[in-house]
């Protein structure tokens, strides 16, 4: 009897071995993460971080997240997306060409196309511009219909002129002001651009990458790497310009701290709320069924955790009533839960912390 | 014996008869005679008044001639005034007088006066009252004054006044007429929790801006605490024990436990001293919170208070000492810590509030060779608020600070406070006042610009007291203010008061007030990821308009004796401070005088005793203004919120035992707010904060003379939360209910007194 097993046991680590070594010349697949606890690394208080995690490879990517200024999409359509995480903002001009555009067509854009002077602004009459602001930032959704840069069109002269405030940096400085314009040019694209006195203006050739959602552009220093290849992060912590509702008509940019975007229709999130039978450490494979899942960006968004507010009795940490079921890139289910928020020595924001187990399908 | 003999004895007995007549008063009701009445006689052949005192047994011998006229007066009755036609032995009954009618007070007088005689309304609260309510602090004491609404943080616990729908920030807090110096203000924007009214023998409210005698920040009214300073024996040694349910939470490690003690001796005809302290323990009350947690903090809190006093003939002068600390405990829920290890190492952030004041006031008053009446004082009162933010490792025990901006914070408020006023009473007919404050001020903070900031204010002040004419008394008043952060004010005030009778006055009333922009509004600087707030130094003061009329009233329904009191009021708030945009930095937000406030109210209450029942009821009714009717046409421009107050006393005979209940409905308080409707249309809404009733009671008894015993309740209607329409949800907003309370709690004191003569 035992010999038996041992001969099962023995022939089973042979079989593995030699499946193990069979094909070399394929790519071996390495089987998914069956968990970990992470810190993924957001920086602090000012979270300077954008931090993309692949949960089945257990990796963070961390990009600084004034590193960059434009996203190019790399799918069919033809779309340009704004450094969200820096409250990075867009206003066309009437114009086609970036010479044309001098500090005269952004009389008063200082006052306007800047997140914290839309803040400001609501502490007075309402400008009639405010309306307008929440078209100066790309969709929250994630919807590249919205984007604050129109769909950069086929013919190069139908592609205006854009003011773009470049955003803050993380320690709350201002990142400076450019125009740019963005032409289509042979399935890629031409980025034009230069700071808003210049009579000059340089260019830059972007070819679509389609490993990537998007090819990255900082301004100053051409194209950089931002988030990781398409297939290759579930999720990611940054710093969100939001839109808030501040009446019927209005809803203005406003960042968020501590969000979290899903990698859009790849992942889908599902969330679990704590009862007295439904724990984390009980939840098991099959209760998936139960569950309804989102593959929005912000499925998870700000949800997960709550930031003090005078009165309210709260304080700023995760939501310890709640975790997540994700289906990552792989298809693989993990549950996943925030452990904590700030760092658990110093108490700053900007150090969280989540526990993660694959869950087996047996 | 001849007859001659006999004649004269006859014709003694009969003068003596004649001349000399026994007349005894005594309590209406009651065969308990009076003694110490000050009786004035005046027989109607006669021109002269002649002045006796009754004796231990509350009788007096006129000699004068029949008929004539007497006159009583006594501090606790009703004075009488009578023709007594007839020789024969009189018994009087005298009626008691409702105590507060004739009680002293100081808040705004040229000299001590009575209520009755005041040019303004002032209300009292006496010790008797605070103490039968188990009152230990200033929030306690006013949480059922009419016209009075107090409003809680749950976090730290602290209390705020309105009066007369005006914020905190205008109603001024004094001790013996000094400012007391709180985390926010001079005198303004108190915390009531943090202020002890151990040795505090009075409360005097006065409504309506004091602006003329005290300056700044009175817009609203004053309250102002009159310390005991005057001892009726020569040592007294009092010990108290409080012990209270918080809500349903109670135990040594729960609820609230106090224990004060108290000693007063005077040394000689001149010196005496008072030491005092109390420790005020409330250990928290955990309600539905998460573990650790509480929904109400616990906070403990120590005072203490000394006095030093001297006194001949002419002349007083004491220094007073009173300290106080608080620590408030919030303590966080626990969050998860993975370790490298994998070990699993929960913290929590953890708060603690430890708040220290000192104020050491020197005061002195008496006559002058050229002056009727001085007072003078100097004090220096040093508060400080130290908040510390920590990360307790559970596991460990290991404490460490936290380091995010604000996180350990000290905030200061210093001040030297100078004043005086002298007062000449020319003639029967006018009376002038003139005096001057001087206000040094330094506070500091951690999101105070430079870290620390200092203001200086010069007042200087008359007023006159004038009777044209018989029962008419008009009182004109100015102010001139100078202060280093926004200039010069001149602040104008006029009383009037008509006396129709003995029993009816009326008072009119028109001052001006102004709140100084504070610290905070001035020199705020905050800035993080999505806020930049500034102070604003150019700011102006607030400025108001306020009038009132009054009308105060005994008179008898049905052989029942009623003191009645009718106030109207109508304040003017221009200069409002509020957030607006700054228009030199877009990107920020600061301090503006951007609005307009107003209240206007009626007033009507009305007490009375019966046997061995007094009590009260009063009634208000208080507008308060729209803002956004300014700019929305249909809108009405005043919301009104009722409230109903009443305090009942049942004495039980032998006076050993009352039985009291303190009451009061503060109704709902509505606002408008835009909202979004379910069509996606921004519409004006009508919020309101939700009424609710209050109620203490308590039973009082005395065993001997020595021990007291208090038991009673708070909260009778056991109010935790009301709920709040008014809110949309905003970014900030609390959540759609305001708390009050922790719900009904239980009380025992115990007290121990001795006294020796």
Known sequence: MIQKRLFFFLALIGFVGFSACSDDDTPSVDPPATGSIVDPNVGGENQPNQVFVDLSTTTQTSVSRNSWDLGFYTGTEFRVILNNSASALARAIDATDLDAVTAADTVGFASQLDIDAIFGALFGPPPA????????????????????????????????????????????TQRGWMKIRVIQNSGGYTLQYASIGASTFSELDITKNTDFDFVFVNLDNGMVSVAPEADDWDFSFTVFTNLLQVDATTSIPYAFKDFILTNANRVDVATVEITSDITYENFAFGSIASLEFSNSATAIGSGWRTVAQPGSGQETGVKDDIFYVIKDTGDNYYKLRFTRLVDATSGERGNPQFQYELLNNE | MNRWALGVILWLWMGLHAYSQSVTFVVEGSEESIPGVVVKVRSLSADEWVGQVTNDQGRLVISEEFPLVIETSHLSYETLIDTLFTRKEYRIPLVPSINQLDEVVVTGQFSPQSIRNSVFRVQAINSEEIQSRGSNTLQEALASQLNIRLSQDLALGSATISLQGISSQNV????????????????????LSQINLQNIERIELVEGPMAVNYGANAL??????????DFINKTEVQLSAQTESAGSEYGLDRGRHIQSFNLNHRLNSQWSLLVGAQHNDFLGYQGGAALRQHEWNPKEQWSGNALIKFEDQTNSFHYRLDAFDELIQDFGTLQNNFLPSGENQPFAIDETYDSKRMSHQIQAEGKLSFLDRYSAFVSYSDFERQKRRFSKNVVTGIENLTTGAGDQDLSTYRVWEFGGTGYLNSGESLAIQTGYQISLETVGGGRILDEEQS????????????????????????????????????IPSVQLKYNLSRST?????????????????????????????????????????HFSVNARSDYTINGLRIQGDLNLFFNDIENQIGIGQNINDVTSTTYLNISRFKTLGATFSQKATIGNWSGSLGFSYIGRFNRISETEENLSQFFYSPELSSNITYTFPGKATSVNFFYKYAGRIQSYFTEINTQNEEVISIGEVAGYHWMDATITHSFGERFNATLGARNLFNIRRINNSGLSGGAHSGGPSVPVSYGRSYLLKLSYNLNFK
Request: cysteine-free; glycine content about 10%; proline content about 6%.
């Open chain 1, 129 to 172: 511009w405010l309306p307008e602001a929440a078209s100066w930032t790309d969709d929250p959704s994630g919807d590249l219909t919205k984007t604050a840069i129109a769909e950069v069109n086929a013919t190069a002269s139908n592609n205006q002129v854009y003011i773009i405030n470049r955003g803050k940096n993380p320690d709350g």
């Open chain 2, 172 to 191: 001024k807090i004094l001790v013996d007429g000094v400012p007391l110096v709180n985390r926010v203000g001079n005198g303004n924007g108190a915390d």
């Open chain 2, 220 to 229: 609203a009214g004053v309250l102002n605490l009159i310390t005991k300073k």
């Open chain 2, 455 to 490: 203001i200086q204010e010069y007042g200087i002040y008359g007023a006159l007291e004038w009777n044209p004419v018989e029962k008419f008394t008009i009182r004109p008043g100015v102010r001139y203010t100078n202060n280093s952060a926004f200039g010069d004010q001149l």
């Open chain 2, 505 to 545: 006055q009326f008072r009119a009333s028109y001052g001006k007030g102004f709140r100084s922009p504070s610290v905070r509004e001035l020199y705020f600087e905050f800035v993080d990821s999505n806020h930049r707030i500034f102070g604003n130094p150019d700011l102006l003061p607030e400025k108001s308009n």
